[in-house]
């Protein structure tokens, strides 16, 4: 009984830190997403997090044409032919695919079409990122060298120096690219 609830206890906190890494990384991205003004990024962000929001509450799952075979002993519900007892959350979910730490619960019957949505937002968010991130990149390591070159080899490469010389090209290039529209 110690051991379980050890674990339990364990199990909650890396639940609450994966959650408050995925929040840092949707809030990074979406000032990354702002900053550069990439629209397909910010969609596909917004959606995701509605869908891992979606997908976060438990509602009773109530499957159609099925018959009551008992009650669980543990959380004291009805308990179908396809309900699982999950430890993780201590309740009973009919048609339970998994315990997420992601989404801090199970996903079951009631939420899979939700979480299934919400892995693929968060992808296709990630590989729009990814690209949005590579070109940020790629632009500040050319800020490198043209404040390596600027100075006469003698300045060291260093990101704020960087910006002061790639931003305001970046601004004006988004300023002409917003006229063309």
């Known amino acids: 009984m110690l051991i379980e609830s050890i674990l339990k206890r364990t199990i909650k906190v890396l639940e609450l830190f994966l959650i408050t890494i995925t929040a840092l990384y949707y809030i990074t991205n979406l000032y990354i997403c702002m900053r550069t003004r990439s629209l397909p990024s910010m969609y596909l962000l917004a959606v995701s997090l509605y869908y891992y929001i979606k997908t976060m509450r438990v509602h009773d799952y109530v499957p159609p044409n099925k018959h009551v075979h008992g009650v669980c002993m543990r959380c004291h519900h009805l308990r179908y032919a396809s309900t699982h007892h999950c430890m993780l959350c201590d309740r009973c979910y009919d048609d339970r695919s998994h315990h997420c730490a992601w989404i801090s619960g199970c996903v079951y019957g009631g939420n899979k079409n939700e979480f299934v949505f919400f ?58 690219v917003d006229e063309e529209c």
């Open 119 to 176: 892995v693929l937002f968060a992808v296709l968010h990630g590989v729009c990122n990814l690209n949005v991130v590579t070109c940020f990149v790629v632009l500040m390591g050319c800020g490198f060298l043209v404040v390596y070159f600027l100075r006469g080899n003698r300045v060291a490469m260093d990101w704020r120096r960087a910006g002061y010389v790639l931003m305001p090209w970046l601004e004006r290039r988004a300023k002409v």
